[in-house]
């Protein structure tokens, strides 16, 4: 498939602490998406998202993807996510409207507090739940796709891209 997967998180484990609810994940590092294989040591281990303070709480020996705040909000707005995959595809990208994927807002830069509001506001107003998939209209060539895994996540992006083969 065409496109760079840039971030790939999963997350097993959900507990509690004091009224919070917390989803540690794994997602991959800053600066590996040009790798073909990703072991331990390229993935950092967040703890805790926080978008209204612009903060992620991470472990690990690299720096965890700059995307980490919007996969962190879809693991806090989904329970049953257990995989989000971001990829740059400019061909999906493109073809976004042809798809009719819900898109975040054209003036939201990836990676930051307002990214997070935009994702939430998917999560409300359209059908990304079912779908598994969103663009994002302000990051060129940005999808993310999730699932229950990340099998799941990959076969939401293979779909999506045998539909516009058809
Ligand atoms: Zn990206």
Known sequence: MQGMALAISASRLCWRRGGEALRPFLISGTQTGHLAHLSAEHYALVMGCYPT????????????????????????LDTAVRGVIHVHSPHLWQAAEHLALPMTAADVPY????????????????????????????????????????????????????????
């Not at 020996?61 to 693991?75: C, D, F, L, N, R």
């Open 53 to 76: 303070e612009n903060r992620v709480v991470a472990r690990g020996a690299v720096k965890p993807s700059s995307e980490s705040m919007t996969h962190g909000v879809i693991y806090a």
């Open 111 to 166: 990676g930051t507090p307002a990214m997070a509001q935009e994702v939430a506001r998917l999560f409300a107003q359209t059908d990304v739940r079912q779908r598994g998939i969103f663009g994002m209209a302000g990051h060129e060539d940005g999808i993310v796709a999730f699932g229950r895994d990340l099998d799941e996540a990959g076969a939401v992006l293979a779909r999506n891209w045998e539909s516009l083969q058809s």
